[in-house]
């Protein structure tokens, strides 16, 4: 695709959430319509052309749902990889099979990363208790274990406070593959929003300040307070690894801020929960510079027009919403979820104030 996409093309989105809702919102802004391709249930069918309710293990729904589009991007990182390789056969995805497969797994992430010359959290593989034993040796403790796949918001996480927890720590990771992480001594959580388009033109957004509580995002402040030259180090790394990748769409890089420098935690190849504050921060946000990318179109430059406070509303937050509502400083942003649980993401508010103000 040298030319952009024409008006009135389908993107085909796999995952039904709040991001693929938005995503499907910011596509049709741009004159596209959106198919969806959920296994369970999809607040994005409310506000796309079309959904097609299977699971990814059903290959003739995945080639009916591939022939109707003309791309196809994702709003998750764990779509399996026999889907993809359906998918793909049929037509271009976007961002590709190497940025997910880099994802997709924490050892993969950390050697991808440490390869470009970026610091990581050490780390160390673990396949056996005796390796395990091994890595505590070296890291030390506290230290962390995480499953290398389908971990998220902290889920398949156990910490490790001494080396007597191993053994107990290993049968936590119920047999799956997982890494150690030395325990990272931050003062502060950023993430860089960053997209590249199908020329190689590279956007960030401004990086912001993550709040995270039991795991799950809480709060991203932009601007984050941090020194400018972090400032300039977060979205030159972030540059990196989207030319590394050959990347076409947006990705989220979560870094810890440390008295050493930046520290890589995570790259997510997709939009990003700490990047929302720029649909009231930026003439293009974040789901409509993905779009944007994936169609071929020139990229939003990521400036920064406002201050903005995100703040995510979780479970029984959703009872703030009056409140919220009536305060012309905030733009709410609700997710269409019928069952409001704990730990559930419903929706969002930014709050917005004068730059530097
Ligand atoms: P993750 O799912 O890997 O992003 O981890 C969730 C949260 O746990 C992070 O946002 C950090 O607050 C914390 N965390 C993860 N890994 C480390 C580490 N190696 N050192 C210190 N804190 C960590």
Request: with cysteine; proline share 6%; charged share 20%.
């Amino acid at each position: 695709m040298s030319e952009p996409l024409p008006s009135g093309s389908t993107i085909g989105i796999l995952g039904g959430g709040q991001l693929g809702r938005m995503l499907s919102v910011a596509a049709s802004r741009l004159g596209y319509r959106c198919h969806i391709f959920e296994p369970g249930a999809a607040p994005a069918g409310d506000v796309a052309a079309k959904v097609t309710n299977s699971p990814y293990d059903d290959s003739a729904a995945l080639e009916a749902f591939a022939r109707s589009v003309d791309v196809v991007t994702f709003e998750f990182e764990n779509v399996p990889a026999e889907a993809l390789d359906r998918l793909e056969a049929i037509r271009p995805l976007r961002p590709n099979r190497k940025a997910l497969a880099v994802s997709q797994d924490r050892l993969v992430e950390k050697d991808f990363l440490t390869g470009l010359g970026l610091e990581t959290a050490p780390y160390a593989n673990v396949e056996s208790l005796a390796d395990l034993e091994a890595a505590v040796e070296t890291l030390g403790c506290p230290s962390i274990l995480k499953t290398r796949r389908l971990g998220y918001d902290g889920k398949g996480q156990v910490r490790l406070t001494a080396p007597e927890e191993a053994a107990s720590g290993f049968e936590a990771m119920k047999g799956a593959a997982a890494v150690l992480e030395g325990f990272v001594e931050f003062s502060s959580e950023i993430s860089v929003i960053a997209a590249r388009g199908a020329d190689g033109q590279v956007a960030c957004f401004d990086p912001g300040e993550n709040l995270h509580e039991g795991g799950i995002l809480r709060r991203t402040t932009v601007p984050a307070p941090i020194p400018a030259r972090l400032r300039t180090d977060a979205v030159l790394l972030a540059g990196r690894i989207l030319n590394a990748l050959d990347y076409v769409g947006v990705l989220g890089v979560e870094l810890f801020v440390t008295p050493r420098g930046l520290i890589v935690n995570e790259i997510a190849p997709r939009v990003h929960n700490s990047g929302h504050w720029t649909q009231n921060g930026c003439a293009v946000d974040q789901f409509e510079q993905h779009i944007r990318a994936i169609a071929g179109w020139p990229l939003g430059d990521g400036s920064r027009q406002a201050d903005v406070v995100m703040e995510n509303l979780i479970g029984e937050d959703m009872e703030r919403v009056p409140e919220l509502a009536a305060d012309p400083a905030v733009a709410l942003h609700l997710y269409g979820k019928a069952e409001t649980r704990a730990g559930r993401k419903m929706g969002h508010a930014n709050r917005i104030a004068a730059m530097g103000g």
